[in-house]
C-alpha cells in the first residue's frame, strides 16, 4: 500500500506540481483548494502526510 499525501493550496500550479512529483515517486496524493475542502474529508478519511500552503485565503496553513 502506498503512502497517501493531501495537498492544500490555493494556487492551483503549485498543487499541479506536487502532485506529479509525489506520484512519481509511488504515492497516492489528493489535493485541495482550501482549508474548507480539506476539513470536509478529513472526518471520512486521513492522510499519512499533510502538506500545506502557509499563506492562504480563508483557514491559512499554520491555523489548520
Not at 7 to 36: C, G, H, Y
Amino acid at each position: 500500500m502506498s503512502e497517501q499525501v493531501w495537498i492544500i493550496d490555493d494556487d492551483r500550479s503549485i498543487r499541479w506540481v506536487l502532485e506529479r512529483a509525489f506520484s512519481r515517486a509511488q504515492m497516492e496524493v489528493i489535493t485541495f483548494p482550501n482549508a474548507k475542502d480539506l476539513l470536509e474529508q478529513l472526518g471520512k478519511a486521513q492522510p499519512d502526510v499533510l502538506l500545506t500552503d502557509i499563506r492562504m485565503p480563508g483557514m491559512d496553513g499554520l491555523t489548520l
